[in-house]
């Protein structure tokens, strides 16, 4: 009888708040956290707080179990609502969309523009190396990727390989370059916990590979037709290699350089932008598959082609820098 007693004094003082606790998170759990007002959202933690405060004495002064129950699972809903609140879906992709993605970009500015400058480097060497001896492109380039596109290839053989559709085998090329392209973006990253080294080593390869492939177009005219052919699926599938390549870089100069966190921690912090890049990167490959599958094989005009590139770069571009515009102004 004491302890009913108690509990019921207890409960008196205080349930008013619970209850406006109960409807804060019962409307949270099933709107979002973007349904309460301002005042609301400055209430939320001091009735949390309350609550866990109530528990704490129920508790200590041995009050009855049903009150306990109810006390403890109220705190536990609170807690996820105040901590770990969970945003529908639709809004947690715009989220990410809006500026999840462009954000981590920026966070990773260094180690992406660090991850561009190697993939350059590796095509300026490749231009150079097989413009010295066009035997070193047998070495650079993997033969299932040169197939007849080699130094010894006349300018009508390497024209046709980009204009000509004959038998899927443009098709079949084309596939394999994109499947090329994606592991090594998703191996750069993944190796980038190996302190680096493999990331560095696929970005200068990678852009070997591409210089000397230039190369041999090149020196029989076919730059503006080789562009043409690559830039309308390569603006999403070469950004998103080199975003993978500068999110693995970041993962590896936390665990180099951890300053005044430890290695697990700093590797957690680099982890969460580092992870949004590589989801944001295969967004970009999916839009480079559809290209890929839809656009280039069957359009030829030089000039369509340039501009859907065009179009592709600024899009990109907006994405990652219109949220920042729109922040400092």
């Not at 008013?16 to 409807?23: G, H, K, Q, T």
């Not at 190996?194 to 696929?202: E, K, Q, R």
């Not at 870089?249 to 350089?257: G, H, P, S």
Request: one cysteine or more; hydrophobic letters at 50%.
């Amino acid at each position: 009888m004491t302890i009913e007693l108690k509990s019921a004094h207890f409960r008196r003082d205080r349930e008013p708040a619970w209850r406006e606790l109960d409807r804060l998170v019962t409307r949270t759990e099933a709107r979002g956290i973007g349904s309460l007002s301002a005042v609301e959202l400055t209430r939320l933690p001091v009735l949390y707080r309350a609550a866990v405060s109530s528990l704490s004495v129920a508790r200590a002064i041995s009050l009855d179990a049903n009150l306990l129950e109810y006390l403890d699972t109220l705190a536990a809903r609170a807690y996820m609502v105040v901590y770990g609140t969970r945003r529908p879906l639709g809004e947690a992709v715009r989220g990410f969309f809006r500026e999840g993605f462009p954000a981590a970009v920026r966070t990773l500015r260094l180690p992406i523009l660090f991850s561009l400058a190697l993939f350059l480097l590796g095509g300026v060497a490749g231009f150079a190396l097989v413009q010295h001896d066009p035997e070193t492109y047998y070495a650079i380039v993997p033969p299932a990727l040169a197939d007849e596109r080699t130094p010894a290839a006349d300018r009508e053989t390497l024209k046709d390989c980009l204009y000509n559709e004959g038998g899927g085998h443009l098709q079949a090329f084309a596939t394999f370059l994109f499947v090329h392209n994606t592991q090594v973006g998703l191996t750069a990253f993944a190796l980038g916990i190996v302190f680096g080294l493999p990331t560095l080593l696929l970005m200068l390869f990678n852009g070997l590979i591409l210089g000397a492939f230039f190369q041999i177009h090149h020196a029989q005219g076919l730059s503006l037709d080789l562009w043409g052919w690559l830039l309308p699926h390569g603006v999403p599938e070469l950004s998103a290699v080199v975003l993978c390549g500068g999110a693995g870089l970041a993962l590896a100069r936390a665990i180099l350089l951890p300053g005044e966190h430890t290695r697990s921690e700093a590797l957690i912090e680099a982890g969460r932008p580092a992870g949004t890049v590589v989801i944001g990167a295969a967004v970009l490959l999916a839009v480079a598959g559809v290209i890929e599958g839809v656009f280039r094989q069957t359009v030829r005009d030089i000039v369509l082609r340039y501009a859907v590139a065009a179009v592709g770069a600024a899009l990109l571009a907006w994405w990652i820098l219109a949220p920042w515009r729109r922040g400092r102004a």
